[in-house]
């Protein structure tokens, strides 16, 4: 049986293989059924660490998953907003290619 402290040790390495870009790690996470548009307690997802990153693989393994590229973290950032504020240039594209908007 897994305790509640297991569970955030899991947690917490999830959202360290996408901010790592560990991407093949993090398809085995998501293929063991961790949901792919997993949040923290701030309202980043996966897409969103990956995005602040710049993990490109990683953003686009996320998207081609169905990652909700519209979810905003409790600072008001989604992906897209992550991936320009750090210069991301190819993860901005990815995410505009797979139909994140600026939002005004």
């Known amino acids: 049986m897994t305790g509640p402290d297991d569970i955030i040790t899991i947690a917490l390495r999830v959202f360290e293989t996408a901010r790592e870009g560990r991407t093949a790690e993090l398809v085995k996470y998501l293929d063991a059924g961790v949901p792919v548009d997993f949040t923290s307690p701030n309202g980043d997802t996966l897409l969103i660490v ?6 490109l693989d990683t953003v686009q393994v996320l998207l081609d998953r169905g990652a909700d590229h519209s979810r905003v973290n409790k600072l008001g950032d989604t ?26």
């Open 79 to 104: 992906a897209l907003d992550s991936a320009l504020m750090q210069n991301h240039d190819e993860v901005a594209r990815a995410l505009l290619k797979a139909g994140a908007v600026l939002e005004p």
């Open 50 to 55: 990956a995005s602040h990153q710049g993990h």
